[in-house]
């Protein structure tokens, strides 16, 4: 089947940086996207990772690795703002994206 | 103006009534989505649609049907619906030209008593 893992919940401080990680096993891939969803709101898209690397967006990074199956999300200089979940999803090969269950990020002052 | 609208945003009705929900978009998109989401479970494929005449049965579709009526208009239905069916409704669209990243509307909240 297909699967991708993230973690539930995470906390961080307001100006620290967190990494939020996700793992995944889809059957092809054609490329990962990070997305950004405040409670009770539509999701965001934040960024697009095809080929292995790291994609710099102002205060956001986004990483893949596809031999390992993993990506992960960079946010730097934490706002409160930044409270939200973050969801992994991946672009499998018939152009279906398989989500992940998101990511809590809890901003603490 | 919005690219993806759903209307209601919000609607509470009763066991066993029909519900339709609608999505349009001006994005010119020809794939379109419907999902739902619950607390803690992430987004749920329930129907997607790659052109007018194409129909296909998402993760979820048992107590849903959808219609695409037209490039821009696509609606989902609750045809008897059941409390297990409350949650948060998200209609998305997305193209190749835009790397199939997917646009949401903002969401129908439905309840079911």
């Known amino acids: 089947g297909q699967n991708i893992d993230q973690p539930t919940e995470m906390t961080a401080t307001e100006g620290a940086i967190v990494q939020i990680n996700c793992t995944y096993q889809t059957s092809g891939f054609n490329g990962l996207f990070w997305y950004q969803q405040h409670a009770g709101e539509a999701p965001t898209f934040l960024s697009y990772?095809?080929l292995d690397g790291l994609e710099e967006k102002g205060r956001f990074s986004s990483f893949l690795s596809r031999s390992k199956g993993y990506s992960y999300l960079l946010l730097k200089e934490l706002q409160m703002k930044d409270s939200a979940s973050y969801l992994c999803a991946v672009l499998d090969s018939n152009y279906q994206l398989i989500w992940g269950a998101g990511t809590k990020l809890i901003i603490k002052p | 103006d919005a690219d993806v609208t759903q209307t209601p945003r919000n609607r509470i009705t009763k066991t066993g009534k029909r519900i339709m929900l609608e999505c349009s978009q001006t994005k010119g998109h020809d794939r379109m989505y419907w999902y739902r989401q619950d607390p803690g479970l992430g987004l749920r494929l329930i129907y997607y649609s790659f052109d007018v005449k194409d129909i296909n049965k998402g993760e979820i579709s048992d107590g849903y049907s959808v219609s695409r009526q037209a490039q821009a208009k696509f609606s989902l239905s609750l045809e008897s619906a059941i409390p297990n069916q409350t949650a948060l409704y998200f209609c998305?669209?997305?193209?190749?030209?835009?790397?199939?990243?997917?646009?949401f509307g903002p969401g129908t909240r439905l309840t079911v008593l």
């Open positions: 998305a669209t997305s193209d190749e030209r835009d790397y199939n990243e997917q646009f």
């Open positions: 990772n095809v």
